[in-house]
């Protein structure tokens, strides 16, 4: 699906080769376009990071995140372990100068067109500076991948009013207000305002935006299940079903998560992609989607260029580390 | 619609006698129902809390609390500024013993029926104790007021393995797996357990549990909209929309948020309900249904039973105040 849709990008695949080639036999035009990196370790889905950084260097993940750092690939992609994808992506890739913390971000469907939101659980605690830099990173992400002209930038928090919420968010509405940056900061955003579209970059710490996400997410599905239900409950409603078949058929595509797939782990000095655990193809097809998007719109230069550049000039809001 | 709902029910209005009475005049079984209690002072919208609480003393919103208080009212509901009723009820109903801070709580549909979550926005940050008394007030109120036989009672979280989190939730996690309580602690939920209904009690800190519900509600707007722009795309799926009406209704009341409106303050010694700012008369009887849900069922001598019993036995997890 994916060399369908990006006839010229070729893969590389990391993993144990008698399983792989039998996969991809049967498929001619893909066989050309992939290279199998032979490796029989891997990293198990309930391995801790650590554990994953101290022993497995030469498991498929950590190879295939290697071919990133030495420039074999343009970008990873994996559905494996997040928390060792991140610890071992920050490791071999890293991080950008003027980032402390690198954050998950992810599109999702809006009342406007798409948004983007950061950190999606990668920081379950965040300081105000960690949401400053958030929101510069995510800003480049809306701007270079979403093709957003002039990305707004709105921080997560409980109400708009300026005395809401906790010391993180009050504080870092202070810096993104005073400090001279590239994007329109917008103010704060509620839950609502989400998928609402406020805003093109909604700003969280970890810990409440992979609640909205995963919410989100869960409401959805709640909504998809009553509709199933309400088409069964007559006849009349299975009739009116058969014609609007097609059209319900476009819904569901609409909001299918398969289609919002592949969280992206921004501030570092490469590109990793991290597709759910239960992908199947087209949501892993979307994820390597995501990956070739960043990658032909040069979204590591830019990104270095700005996130650098204003780390320079000491308006990224890193604490200066004490000598 | 309340007084229909609930013939036995009689209501004192507080407010402008001038402004109430030409509304309640063609009711004749309302006028027989209601006493108004004459006030021209009220408390704004955008009032500060602690200022409400100074000056408000002779606010309609006040002297309604005050009769709660009195023991003239079962209970209040108010549609009015949030954090002043809040303020406002603390300081007139008081807290339960083994209680350091009021929740805010409220129902939400489920695919298994109907959930509570708590705290939505009273606390923005919150200790494990804290956490652990959300725990026990939301449970009695799922039993008493949801009729749920053995609720089950999670923790939001980021994930479910006992490493992730906080500290609060972490700390909260442990206190509720080793202290004596008589509901089920199913452990840690997400995002996505929320709708799914997983539990029949979802407790959080007032931060993320106030972006939970927002988002939840965002969400489902969103689903609406993208459903009724299906319906409109095609002259097939109009023809199906027609067949299908009545099973939309039936549908779009099943998500409808004035039917899940009321949020109850948790841990006061009396019943206090705020309706949506917004609520128009279906969700303003929905909430006055929660109140008297509530009053009928003996909410407050249940709770007040419960949480000071394990309060004496020193199980609340009440930080010990040092002398």
């Not at 494996?80 to 998950?104: H, Q, V």
Request: proline letters at 3%.
């Amino acid at each position: 699906m994916a060399r369908r849709r990006w006839p010229d990008v070729r893969f590389l695949v990391f993993g144990d080769e008698a399983r792989i080639k039998p996969l991809v036999k049967r498929r001619q035009r893909l066989q050309k376009a992939i290279t199998i990196h032979h490796t029989t370790s891997a990293v198990a889905p309930d391995e801790k990071p650590s554990v994953a950084l101290r022993s497995g260097r030469n498991s498929s993940m950590r190879l295939a995140i290697d071919a990133v750092r030495d420039e074999e690939a343009d970008g990873i992609v994996s559905a494996g372990n997040t928390g060792a994808l991140m610890a071992m992506s920050k490791f071999s890739l890293k991080t950008l100068a003027g980032i402390d913390r690198p954050a998950m971000a992810s599109f999702f469907p809006t009342l406007r067109g798409e948004s983007v939101m950061l950190d999606l659980g990668a920081n379950v605690e965040c300081t105000a500076e960690n949401l400053v830099q958030f929101a510069l990173m995510g800003e480049v992400f809306a701007r270079t991948v979403l093709g957003a002209l002039e990305p707004t930038v709105g921080l997560l928090n409980v109400g708009s009013e300026e005395l809401k919420g906790n010391d993180s968010v009050r504080t870092a509405a202070g810096m993104l207000r005073d400090l001279e940056h590239p994007f329109k900061y917008h103010g704060f955003v509620e839950g609502d305002d989400i998928a609402a579209g406020t805003v093109d970059v909604v700003v969280a710490d970890g810990f409440s935006g992979n609640i909205a996400l995963k919410t989100a997410e869960g409401t959805a599905k709640l909504y998809t299940e009553f509709l199933r239900e309400a088409f069964r409950n007559s006849v009349m409603a299975r009739i009116g079903y058969l014609f609007a078949r097609r059209a319900l058929k476009k819904l569901r595509a609409r909001v299918d998560p398969r289609r919002y797939n592949g969280a992206v782990f921004l501030g570092l000095r490469g590109i990793s992609v991290k597709a759910h655990g239960g992908s199947d193809a087209l949501a892993f097809a979307t994820a390597i989607g995501v990956a070739v998007d960043m990658a032909k719109n040069g979204f590591i230069e830019q990104i270095k260029t700005e996130v650098e550049t204003l780390h320079e000039a000491g308006r990224t809001g890193q604490r200066a580390t004490a000598l």
